[in-house]
């Protein structure tokens, strides 16, 4: 932090603010590399093998232990250091709960990689959010502005939206035995409504990356942490 330049907001120069934005920035690395990389075993599967998409994925075993684990710190730092308001801790308790229930099924591979690869769209927002009160004006708080929109254009809309497709149309047919057929469309509905919300805030940030890149500066910082907001309240719907 004392590297940084010091932001305006005096709870941001705390070392356990800069290093929560790094440790999120890992885990979005982490989960969204091994997201991306079970996206890619599926997409070169052969044909046919769509029995397989709704099983169980051992990459996707694995980042969604990284991703609750770092839930529950996040949840018990934040609460500590005074870094969550009440909403973010319902969101925070939702995901963890959301997420062991993902594991009780162990199935649902393919959606599973869809929703989690969406992480990678936490790197620039990240580096937005640290850096957004420290310099506003440099290139790179910019830079990242556009590239979080352009990151939430590629996996949250046009990814995410796949997924969800894919698993409403084909859930019928290739549904594992032991997943009860209610708990499926419980999982269907919200999926629906989880990607509604998506394109609803994509059109909000493909706004906010329009104003950066005409140069009329920042869009409201409110938009940019509603967005950021509506990225956890997604996945818990997820």
């Known amino acids: 932090v004392s590297r940084m330049p010091p932001s305006s907001k005096a709870h941001e120069n705390n070392i356990m ?31 046919g093998s769509l029995g397989v998409a709704f099983a169980g994925h051992p990459l996707m075993d694995f980042a969604g232990i990284l991703f ?10 934040g609460l500590g250091y005074g870094f969550l308001d009440a909403t973010h801790i319902v969101h ?3 995901h963890i709960a959301i997420c062991a229930l993902a594991r009780a099924t162990c199935g649902f591979g393919l959606l599973a990689a869809t929703l989690m690869a969406q992480e990678t769209s936490g790197l620039p927002l990240n580096y937005y959010l640290l850096m957004r009160h420290r310099a506003p004006d440099h290139w790179s708080t910019r830079a990242a ?26 859930a019928r047919d290739h549904l594992p035995a032991d997943i009860p057929s209610a708990q499926a469309r419980l999982l269907g509905a919200s999926l629906v409504a989880a990607n509604v919300l998506q394109w609803y805030w994509g059109v909000t940030i493909g706004k906010m990356a329009a104003r950066v890149l005409r140069a009329d500066g920042f869009a409201d910082d409110r938009t940019t942490e509603e967005a950021a907001l509506a990225l956890g309240l997604g996945r818990v719907l997820l």
Not at 68 to 77: I, K, R, S
Request: no cysteine.
């Open 17 to 47: 603010y800069a290093g929560q934005k790094v440790a999120a920035s890992l885990k979005a690395w982490a989960v969204g590399s091994i997201a991306n990389l079970a996206l890619y075993q599926y997409a070169t599967m052969p044909t």
């Open 145 to 170: 502005q556009v590239a979080f929109a352009g990151a939430f254009f590629l996996w949250r809309l046009l990814v995410g939206t796949y997924g969800t497709y894919h698993f409403v149309y084909h």
């Open 68 to 77: 609750t684990g770092f839930e529950v710190a996040d949840l018990v730092l």
């Open 92 to 94: 925070h308790i939702l």
